[in-house]
């Protein structure tokens, strides 16, 4: 299996800042890593599909960047709404494997 | 626009049979441009892909759940499920279904069956 390693698990910052998560896969996954939002009680949500391309109606502040084995996903100003946990995700191979999240929360 | 529910019994016994099935909405299941997964969400934990299912009936599983696991389709309800045999506490989870493109990621997500094992 693939393994994700997502760094950093949690990570605090205030609105307007500029915030890095990032995710490595165990093996080449070319453009293969998909990012999802989750907040409380509530399902992920597609952010970033194929590394960098952003889902539809998903601010541009939201960044995704990288292709092998290390990716990025950047929010360039902090919003109230960002803070929640953030998970990238590898489909280059059965099974799809998830990172094990990043909680970002308010400093 | 497409949805997905999940239903099913919240409470399963230890060694009994997990099943939850999920209506699709807005979309035929036998549209060969998606698959069917099953993905699941211990409370407080990350994400964990069990197995998907193709519009054919083709599945592939995770190796974790392999022995245990089912999952089919119903066209003529546009629904598919979910069966996990011989089930622990270790079981208990946020069950959702999600639809993934055939190239690419996945874009629609259930809001989740909570599911305990106790007895």
């Known amino acids: 299996d693939i393994q994700m390693t997502q760094f950093p698990s949690s990570l605090s910052a205030s609105v307007g800042d500029r915030v890095t998560i990032s995710c490595q896969a165990s093996?080449?996954?070319?453009?293969?890593l998909n990012w999802y939002q989750q907040k409380p009680g509530k399902a992920p949500k597609p952010l970033i599909y194929?590394?960098?391309t952003l889902e539809t109606g998903v601010p541009s502040r939201f960044r995704g960047s990288g292709s092998g084995t290390d990716f990025t996903l950047t929010i360039s100003s902090l919003q109230p709404e960002d803070f929640a946990t953030y998970y990238c995700q590898q489909c280059e191979d059965l099974p799809y494997t998830f990172g094990r999240g990043t909680k970002l929360d308010i400093k | 626009q497409v949805q997905l529910q999940e239903s099913g019994p919240g409470l399963v016994k230890p060694s009994q049979t997990l099943s939850l099935t999920c209506s699709v909405s807005g979309v035929s299941i036998s549209n060969q441009l998606y698959f069917w997964n099953w993905i699941r969400q211990p409370a407080g934990k990350g994400l964990e892909w069990i197995g998907r299912i193709y519009p054919g009936g083709y599945t592939n599983y995770s190796s974790s759940f392999k022995s245990r696991v089912t999952i089919s389709l119903d066209r003529t309800r546009n629904q598919f499920s979910l069966r996990l045999n011989s089930v622990t506490a270790a079981d208990t989870a946020l069950y959702y279904c999600?639809?993934?493109?055939?190239?690419?990621?996945?874009?629609?997500w259930g809001q989740g069956a909570l599911v305990t094992v106790s007895s």
């Open positions: 999600v639809r993934k493109k055939a190239r690419g990621y996945l874009d629609y």
């Open positions: 194929d590394a960098s």
């Open positions: 093996q080449g996954i070319a453009k293969n």
